[in-house]
């Protein structure tokens, strides 16, 4: 008798490659769906492990992705909207579909990645659409879980590595005056909570804000990160005007370094707010930012 399979679309991207190997060290049968997927460099022989080629935004792929499933995860994002994907199409119509072919499969277990901070009044437009897209997975099964990450860190992550490159400049230039609390949290525990959600016995919360162990505003991150590098430089304040000009000039990028949505996101806090399911209630203790930088970065030469 064939095993039901977690499904997990956006497999290779940096939280779902995470996913997909916690879900296959834990035993559990596991599809890695992506557009282009390719086989973990972790992966043995007798893994229970299967990749599938598909597109969130096409229907049938999606149907035949979904096929023997019991559990799935939208890992699948969008930082950069395009002529070719919208924030629309992805967020939203694509989120929206899969949930719906998943209910209408009878699977019991879904879970959204989202974020922090996601809000319909959002002057962002990624935001915007994170925040209909929860809306319309909801509007389609009504027991989805959302999960909503703070700033996510871990090995070659994205966000340290930027702020690696700003402590090789002769002084950090500042979003605003660096006073924004982050609690930034590590991609192992966000992939761990994932886990747990998915399970046969999960908690009957549907809305979870997860964050790192430690709040603490940008500039104390800043100072964290040249403190493990064995670097000094002195922190510059900027206006956000300026800053706002700067990713407007940007924009003109296919693959622009600084968006306007990135500077919006990082004019307010990001931490976990009252009344959600935290990893509290999944038992489990979340990491410190301050004590996984041996691990998440190059050692200081």
Known sequence: MTRPVTVVFGGTGFVGAQLIRELVESGRPTRLVARRPEWPAWVEDGDPLTLCAADI??????????????????????????????????????????????????????????????????????????ARGESAVLDAMPKATIVRPSVIFG????????????????????????????????????????????????????????????????????????????RQRPMVPIPFAVWHAVALGLGILPEPPLTRDQVILMQGDNRVTEGVGTFEDLGIRPRALRDSLPDCLPHPR
Do not use: C, K
């Open 155 to 230: 090995p070659d992550d994205a966000f340290l590595g930027q702020l690696t490159a700003l402590t090789r400049l002769p002084a950090i230039p500042l979003f605003g005056r660096g006073t924004q609390r982050l609690q930034p949290v590590h991609v192992v525990d966000v992939a761990r909570a994932i886990v747990t959600l998915t399970a046969r016995h999960r908690p009957r919360r549907y809305f979870f804000e997860l964050g790192g162990a430690d709040v603490l505003d940008y500039r104390e991150i800043l100072q964290l990160v040249m403190h493990h590098l064995g």
């Open 57 to 130: 935004r096409d229907a049938d792929q999606v149907a035949t992705a979904l096929s023997g499933a019991d559990a799935v995860v939208n890992a699948t994002s969008l930082y950069v909207a395009s002529r070719q994907v919208s924030f629309e199409a992805m967020h939203v119509t694509a989120a929206a579909e899969l949930a719906r072919q998943a209910h209408q499969a009878g699977i019991e277990r879904f879970v959204q990645l989202s974020g922090i901070g996601t809000r319909l009044a959002s002057p962002s437009a990624y935001v915007r659409a994170r």
